[in-house]
């Protein structure tokens, strides 16, 4: 008979909270027809549960899983020399994201800590509003008004790398407060319905500030 022990001298700290952020978005399309213009009229944000590793070593493995809510302002023209089409939109869209984010820590008490990632994402809902114009040679058209699902505007996945760093401050018996400054780009870019073969990045600056929990490690019994 063979006997195998797995000896396990601990179990490795564990830290998990919740975030609240702001995230500022800076949108760049290429369009043949020159770039649209996007603007940010209404803030945009997330909340997430953060599930991260936090050993004596330098190097631990992190994740979230994020609720984000993005919305922004788009000006869009499209056509040629026999007529053009204006478009007018806002958009919102309600997001469902994983984010991985291997982490670098250094310092003991006050940690600090910087992570690259990657993280994917579906839209679960979305609105526009706004008008779609068409003025040219021939008889006019009516203003479209457009109001309802954006599902028919924008792509419901959405893939991106990420860069981070932030800080842990102890506060009371494992309890700590988390401040971050994390930016997400998204790769491929998204192709949406509006102007002509326009492909569009959205590059998302966030802040955020949250409470976390971290375990201690436990020995096991040998």
Known sequence: MLLVFLRISAF??????????????????????????????????FISFML???NPGWFNMGGELEYAHRFFHVNSTSGGVSGQTFESYDLSADYIRVLIQPQFTFGTGIRFFIYPGFYGGYIFHSTIHGTSEY??????????????????????????????????IPLYKGLTL????????????????????TTLRILEIRFSAGIAYTFPAKKIPK
């Open 12 to 45: 490795p700290q564990v830290q998990t909270g919740l975030k609240f952020g702001y995230i500022l978005l800076k949108c760049f399309d290429q369009s043949i027809n020159g770039p649209n213009e996007y603007t940010n009229p209404h803030p945009s944000y």
């Open 52 to 54: 991260r590793g936090r």
């Open 135 to 168: 003025q040219g040679s021939g008889y006019p058209e009516p203003k479209k008004y457009i109001d309802g699902s954006a599902s028919d505007y924008i792509h419901g996945w959405e893939f991106g790398i990420l860069i981070g760093l932030g800080i842990d």
């Open 178 to 197: 988390v401040l971050e400054n994390t930016e997400t780009l998204t790769i491929p870019g998204i192709n949406p319905n509006w102007g002509a073969r």
